[in-house]
């Protein structure tokens, strides 16, 4: 399984950036398709997730302003983030996770600034 992340940039605070993530490969083996981040000197923290069947959790500070979303039909998940503040400011990673729970796959970092 392998996961293209694209999307990242940066934004003055107040703005919107939508993350795209990409899945190929293996594609029935995953269930849950999920965005993190990461500060520097920060662990790396959940941000959102979704399943395959649509069940969605959000990290409490994002609730509101952010929305994923994904269309399993393209193997594609959807980050929207909206109402940017400063403390976003983050990489991005997109992860999947198989069925089982067993194996988890990540892409590449996007890294995505708010700042004026």
């Known amino acids: 399984v392998q996961l293209q992340a694209s999307g990242g940039g940066l934004v003055q605070p107040g703005g919107s950036l939508t993350l795209s993530c990409e899945v190929s490969?293996?594609?029935?083996?995953?269930?849950?398709i999920g965005w993190y981040r990461q500060a520097p000197g920060k662990p790396r923290d959940l941000v959102a997730i979704?399943?395959?069947?649509?069940?969605?959790t959000y990290l409490d500070s994002v609730k509101g302003r952010f929305t994923i979303s994904r269309d399993n039909s393209k193997n594609t998940a959807t980050l929207q983030m909206n109402s940017l503040k400063p403390e976003d400011t983050a990489v991005y990673y997109c992860?999947?996770?198989?069925?089982?729970?067993?194996?988890?796959?990540w892409g590449q970092g996007t890294l995505v600034t708010v700042s004026s």
């Open positions: 490969g293996s594609t029935s083996s995953i269930n849950n």
């Open positions: 992860n999947a996770e198989d069925w089982a729970g067993n194996n988890n796959y």
């Open positions: 979704i399943s395959h069947g649509g069940s969605i």
